[in-house]
């Protein structure tokens, strides 16, 4: 698995994975389930990110990719309402995918934390 590492200005490091863009793709799109994804996109979200196969370090990366990847959309989508509404423009649409991203978020995390409480490993 390829990854990479941000050192952030308080010195801390931490280390990502390089997502396929399929993979990126299938996250991006997966209808946004609130409260408990369902079994099926429970397992579509396991077979994008091959979880099964993935080492502990390595799953560890693959959450940190999520996490990082959807920060930027939420950022991009709240600042595109923000943006819209100070120019008197509708912004429903941009709070929206706000809303579905951060579910979509919530929902692969909690796959692959219920993967790492599976193999005994913190979260």
Request: aromatic share 8%; hydrophobic share 40%; glycine share 4%.
């Amino acid at each position: 698995m390829k990854t990479y590492q941000i050192t952030y200005p308080n010195g801390k490091v931490m280390r990502f994975a390089v997502l396929d863009p399929k993979a990126k793709f299938t996250l991006r799109t997966i209808h946004p389930e609130p409260h408990v994804a369902s079994d099926m996109t429970a397992l579509l979200i396991r077979c994008a990110l091959e979880i099964g196969i993935l080492e502990d370090d390595e799953l560890t990366y693959v959450r940190n990719e999520v996490v990082r990847m959807f920060s930027d959309i939420l950022e991009y989508e709240r600042t595109s309402a923000e943006q819209n509404s100070k120019m008197g423009e509708e912004a429903k649409a941009h709070w929206k995918e706000y809303d579905d991203a951060m579910t979509r978020m919530s929902m692969i995390t909690a796959v692959i934390d219920q993967e790492k409480r599976k193999r005994g490993m913190a979260i």
